[in-house]
Antibody, heavy 121, light 107 residues
């Protein structure tokens, strides 16, 4: 059974930093791209970033580019999202998701339960 | 960026009735479209991918159709556990984009 467990969320001041983690199990971790998707309180879903199976490539939403860094440690089956220069608009539940494949494309399949990040003074 | 537009925003349906949800893309996404269900306080759950392929274990009352720019999610006979918010998402182009959601509520 695929399991994804996010951690590291919390309250941080504007301009501060936070590192989220996502521990994965139940599948061959180093064979799948992985993603982060966030959801602001009461709002819809927003893709944040995707990293390749090797960790050699990462893609970012324009809203976080230059501030967030997505990495993975395939020896530990763990993802990391380093978030710097945080803004109030980054307040959201952050979900990690396993990227499933379809006809050469990928999409978020299994999702973790999420971790809440609140940016406020 | 591809804009995904869902309609209606809210759908009021009685248990046992059929629900039809629509999703439109601002440009063609081929069949690279997924549907998700989210209940309060829970993570999104994958329902449909490739516009019409049901996720493992999904009841047959859920079906997806469409291609290009127009897509539909149909729930043939609503059960109590189906009252939730539903999102469509395109994965044909980066960035992945989601619709704003359709809330299916009890009539």
């Amino acid at each position: 059974e695929v399991q994804l467990l996010e951690s590291g969320g919390g309250l941080v001041q504007p301009g501060g930093s936070l590192r989220l983690s996502c521990a994965a199990s139940g599948f061959t971790f180093n064979s799948y791209a992985m993603s982060w998707v966030r959801q602001a309180p009461g709002k819809g879903l927003e893709w944040v970033s995707t990293i390749s199976d090797s960790g050699g490539s990462a893609y970012y939403a324009d809203s976080v580019k230059g501030r967030f860094t997505f990495s993975r440690d395939n020896s530990k089956n763990t993802l990391y999202l380093q978030m710097n220069s945080l803004r109030a608009e980054d307040t959201a539940v952050y979900y990690c998701a396993k990227a499933e494949r379809f006809a050469g494309y990928s999409f978020p399949g299994n999702w973790g339960q999420g971790t809440l990040v609140t940016v406020s003074s | 960026e591809i804009v995904m537009t869902q309609s209606p925003a809210t759908l009021s349906v009685s248990p046992g009735e059929r629900a039809t949800l629509s999703c439109r893309a601002s440009q063609s996404v081929s069949s690279n479209l997924a549907w998700y269900q989210q209940t309060p306080g829970q993570a999104p759950r994958l329902l449909i991918y490739g516009a019409s392929t049901r996720a493992t274990g999904l009841p047959a009352r859920f079906s997806g159709s469409g291609s290009g720019t127009e897509f539909t999610l149909t729930i043939s006979s609503l059960q109590s556990e189906d009252f939730a918010v539903y999102y469509c998402q395109q994965f044909n182009n980066w960035p992945w984009t989601f619709g704003q959601g359709t809330k299916v509520e009890i009539k």
